[in-house]
């Protein structure tokens, strides 16, 4: 059997290994437009900012493909997958497959405005990016967008002594991740590193005559001599359109529990894919390595005849702010239509947040100490009701039975 | 050690935490539970008390959260172990793993996490009650 794997980041990485593993004699072909072994797109700040050499970003050598029996075909684009005559069409050849994995990632958004591509705009995907941005030199940056990448962007250059500004067209950072308290309480903490912080305004037009020089917002005009774009990533589905793929309602390759594309035969996982909540259940484009991974795992296994079904997409966001760290697990506020219970709380500098909905724990949120998060992302994914948890808390038989759980609910939960 | 699994008789813990000076003592040179692998998580009221460690997860969710390859699953211990030469700090094994057993090392900026003293766990040798044991895998398969 012939299997065909698009794509070399995280999903398209285990998916050849989790084959290799399982069926050593089925053939992988791994299929990449770059030519670099597998690195860690999520390194990249780290190595922006100064904190890592260049050479940590990569998690593989050339030869582990070898080594694991993974025929790489790098260095070109596939253009178009046949579905009927089970075929890869690249920039260069023809392929004949059996089954085929499509892990094409995700793309950096750079929104249709006039200006956006001037030279000195950069986003931060591949390390392409990375290394066009090391060469350039610049003074003042603008960073257009708050999520994670944002952030870590912002802090980054700022780390290297640049000015920095972000601007947030939300009224709050990390609008997808954080409630507008503990949103705020980053604000605060960003600014305090020298980081300007503008929310609740739009970039809408960009000049400059030989590089970007002046950027206008429906409020305010700024002046910078870089800018850079992390105001989200989308799917890379081009390729499944051009193929005749379905495309879900989120703009990712529609996949079933197995992570099956309506085309027989043809799989997809990562960023290009569209999941769905562990909580909701509604589709949803993940965007995480944690998540990349898992759904590269269950592709892979079914693709062979391990039936196995994906659990759905869970949000786990680690970041720092001056040695800071925070965290987001789960869903935030706005995401369930119902009425949404808050317990939170306040240690020194820290704070936390926990979220309920339908008597059920959903999300947390914390800055400072994270040590239990981890288990309470667990009795997340767990769907632990706030029932169970009292009731372990009364119960010494299930306090030992659960140790962590009744830690958790001790420190957080006592009194709900 | 391959084959054999640490095991907890909860019942027997008296949360003296000799288990967690240990740890600290031989992994960081220094007694304190802040550096310590194992924990224990002590309900004075009921006068229970229980060491939680790593629970060496099939496929580990702090495997799959790694961003830095620095997490690899070790065959003959049977957990997932830290190369700390390649962990970053990124903290998201930390908040991946439900047990919370995966620490993180303010100084060093590094994840930290049970490895079994490569084989020799020392809360294991310390525990006086007999509370933490290192038996072979097919003894508490019978005891089931
Ligand atoms: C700066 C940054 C920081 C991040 N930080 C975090 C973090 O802290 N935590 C977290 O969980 N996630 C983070 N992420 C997200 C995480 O990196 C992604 O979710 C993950 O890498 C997705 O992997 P993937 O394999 O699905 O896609 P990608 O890494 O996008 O890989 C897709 C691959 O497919 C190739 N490809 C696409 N189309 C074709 C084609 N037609 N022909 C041939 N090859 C093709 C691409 O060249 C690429 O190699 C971050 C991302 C970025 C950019």
Redesign the interface.
């Known amino acids: 059997m012939i299997i065909a794997v698009i794509g070399n980041g995280a999903a398209g990485y285990v998916a050849a290994e989790t084959i290799k593993r399982h069926k050593p004699e089925a053939e992988v072909m791994m299929f990449a437009r770059e030519s670099y072994p597998l690195y ?1 797109p ?2 990249l700040p ?1 190595c922006l900012g100064g ?2 050499e260049r050479a ?1 970003l990569f ?2 050598k050339a030869e582990d493909y070898r080594s694991n029996g993974i025929e790489t075909i790098f260095g070109q684009t596939v253009e178009k997958i046949d579905v009927k005559e089970r075929l890869v069409i690249t920039d260069q050849a023809v392929y004949h497959y059996d089954r085929v994995i499509m892990a094409t990632g995700s793309k950096a958004v750079i929104p249709p405005i006039p200006g956006a591509r001037l030279p000195g705009t950069f986003t931060l995907k591949s390390l392409d990016d990375l290394d066009s941005m090391l060469n350039y030199k610049p003074q003042r940056v603008i960073v257009v967008g708050s999520g994670n990448i944002g952030m870590e962007a912002a802090g980054a250059m700022r780390d290297r002594g640049f000015r920095v500004t972000m601007i947030e067209a939300q009224d709050h950072v990390m609008p997808r991740l954080f409630d507008k308290k503990p949103a705020h309480m980053l604000q605060n903490m960003l600014e305090q590193t020298g980081i300007r912080v503008i929310t609740g305004e739009q970039v809408q037009t960009m000049d400059g005559r030989t590089r970007v020089e002046v950027v206008e917002t429906d409020r305010s005009i700024l002046e910078c001599d870089m800018l850079i774009w992390a105001v989200g990533l989308s799917p890379e589905c081009s390729l499944a359109r051009e193929s005749g793929i379905e495309v879900g309602p989120t703009r990712g390759i529609k996949v079933d529990r197995h992570m099956q594309t309506n085309a027989a035969g043809v799989y997809a996982c990562g960023d290009c894919a569209e999941a769905f909540d562990i909580i909701t259940g509604h589709p949803v484009n993940s965007m995480l ?2 998540s990349a ?2 759904q590269a ?1 269950v592709a892979a296994l079914n693709c062979i005849g391990i039936e196995t079904e994906y659990e759905g997409a869970f949000n ?1 966001v ?1 970041g ?1 702010v001056k040695d800071r ?1 925070f ?1 987001a ?1 789960g869903n935030k506020e706005d995401i369930h239509a119902g009425p949404i219970r808050i317990i939170e709380g306040e240690h020194g500098d820290d704070y936390w947040r926990i979220l309920v909905a339908d008597q059920t724990l959903i999300g947390m949120q914390s800055i400072g100490d ?6 309470v ?3 997340i ?1 767990n769907r632990t009701s706030l029932q169970e948890l009292r009731e372990t808390l009364k119960d ?1 038989g299930l ?2 039975t659960s ?2 759980a ?3 609910a001790q420190r957080y939960l006592a009194g709900f | 050690m391959e084959g054999q699994v640490i095991t907890f008789n ?2 027997k813990c008296v949360g003296c935490g000799t288990c967690e000076m240990i740890c600290s003592l031989v992994n960081e040179g220094i007694c304190s539970t802040r550096l310590s692998r194992i924990r224990v ?1 002590r ?1 004075p009221r ?1 006068a ?1 008390n ?1 060491p ?1 460690t790593c629970a060496a997860c099939e ?1 580990a ?1 702090c495997l ?2 790694c ?3 620095a997490l690899y699953f070790d065959e003959s211990l049977g957990m997932p172990r830290v190369n700390s030469e ?1 962990c ?1 700090g ?3 094994c ?9 620490n ?1 090392h303010q100084e060093k900026d590094i994840a930290f996490k049970c490895e079994l003293c490569d084989g020799d766990p020392q809360c294991a040798q310390f525990c006086w009650t007999g509370a933490i044991e290192y038996p072979e895998k097919e003894q508490v398969l019978l005891k089931d």
Do not use: Y
Not at chain 1, 370 to 375: A, E, N, R, S, V
Not at chain 2, 94 to 102: D, I, Q
């Open positions: 860690s999520c390194a780290d904190d890592l940590r998690l593989k390595w944690p991974r898992r795992q786990i680690v720092e760290p965290a697990l994270l040590k239990l998060c981890g288990t992302g667990g009795l994914r010494p306090k030992m140790p962590w009744a830690e958790a | 909860r019942e998580v309900f009921e229970r229980a939680i496929n969710s799959l959260a961003v830095a390859g390649q970053i990124c903290r998201q930390n908040v991946s793993c439900p047990f919370g057993h995966m993180f």
